[in-house]
């Protein structure tokens, strides 16, 4: 399954956006990929391949801005290549997008699209919300208007984060069926498709539940249905003991288990 995480605040994005990466791996994946916006615009840097392997050829770090998404891809529609992994930009590069699921109109959609003059530059069924949100961002002027038209436009099982070179402060989320979940930091908020991905950094969470969206502004969040209407969450706290799911530097989770074994002993010992 793939794994998205985004964030916007006060730090830099970048470093905490591959931290996120890494603790997603377990997820299994072929390729990886990030966003940022700095005053350049959005810049995407992608590839397949390992995180590590990918971020030595690209550094991810290099991506400057304090906002950003980022992605691990498990190939479903189209192959494994540089095009088809996330995240993918709208022809105008005004959006950005990292999605989980699948879209089951994505044919219909895309060809309406490409009537209207939209290009496409991958297999993927992913690309088409990214065309969606530059389309009805364009029609709207609002980045609430267009993220609830275009997910009412979608069928199928999905989760995804965008940002809009418009407005650069800005990470939205949507849900339908795929996890996603809200981390409230003190510097900033988190958005992923799993606690893991920023238990580094908060154990506040807000679980989106299915149907809702998420406009995130800083550390501000407004909460609502896909039929607009707001919603209100409280937070809750999740266990630090969760870090223990991830496999950290280990290659495998039996090679971090041997290495544990003196720790595991004494704690049981006392």
């Known amino acids: 399954m793939c794994g998205i995480i985004g964030y916007t605040g006060d730090e830099d994005a970048s470093p905490l956006l591959l931290n996120g990466l890494k603790?997603?791996?377990?997820?299994?994946?072929?390729?990886?990929?990030?966003?940022?916006?700095?005053?350049?615009?959005?810049?995407?840097?992608?590839?397949?391949?390992?995180?590590?392997?990918?971020?030595?050829?690209?550094?991810?770090?290099y991506l400057k801005g304090k906002v950003g998404i980022a992605h691990t891809r498990w190939a479903t529609h189209g192959g494994v290549t540089p095009e088809n992994a996330h995240p993918h930009a709208s022809c105008g590069l005004e959006?950005?997008?990292?999605?989980?699921?699948?879209?089951?109109?994505?044919?219909?959609?895309?060809?309406?699209?490409?009537?209207?003059?939209?290009?496409?530059?991958?297999?993927?069924?992913?690309?088409?919300?990214?065309?969606?949100?530059?389309?009805?961002?364009?029609?709207?002027?609002?980045?609430?208007?267009?993220?609830l038209k275009t997910v009412n436009e979608l069928k199928g099982t999905f989760a995804f984060l965008a940002i809009f070179n418009s407005n650069p402060n800005i990470v939205v989320g949507a849900r339908n069926?795929?996890?996603?979940?809200?981390?409230?930091?003190?510097?900033?908020?988190?958005?992923?498709?799993?606690?893991?991905?920023?238990?580094?950094?908060?154990?506040?969470v807000v679980f989106l539940d299915n149907r809702e969206i998420v406009i995130m502004i800083g550390r501000r969040k407004r909460i609502y249905t896909f039929d607009g209407e707001s919603v209100v969450k409280?937070?809750?706290?999740?266990?630090?003991?969760?870090?223990?799911?991830?496999?950290?530097?280990?290659t495998h989770y039996t090679s971090k288990k041997i290495h544990e074994q003196p720790k595991t002993i004494k704690a049981a010992l006392y």
């Open 177 to 204: 069926g795929a996890p996603l979940v809200i981390g409230l930091g003190k510097h900033g908020n988190f958005l992923a498709s799993d606690v893991l991905a920023f238990i580094d950094y908060t154990d506040r």
């Open 95 to 147: 959006v950005a997008v990292v999605h989980n699921g699948i879209i089951e109109n994505y044919r219909q959609l895309k060809e309406e699209l490409m009537v209207e003059g939209h290009v496409f530059s991958s297999e993927t069924d992913s690309e088409v919300i990214a065309h969606l949100l530059e389309k009805n961002f364009s029609e709207t002027g609002k980045v609430k208007h267009a993220l």
């Open 234 to 250: 409280e937070a809750t706290h999740v266990a630090w003991e969760a870090k223990e799911i991830s496999k950290e530097e280990f």
């Open 23 to 61: 603790r997603m791996e377990y997820r299994g994946y072929d390729s990886t990929g990030m966003a940022t916006i700095s005053e350049s615009g959005i810049i995407i840097k992608k590839d397949v391949g390992k995180i590590s392997d990918t971020n030595a050829k690209l550094n991810f770090l």
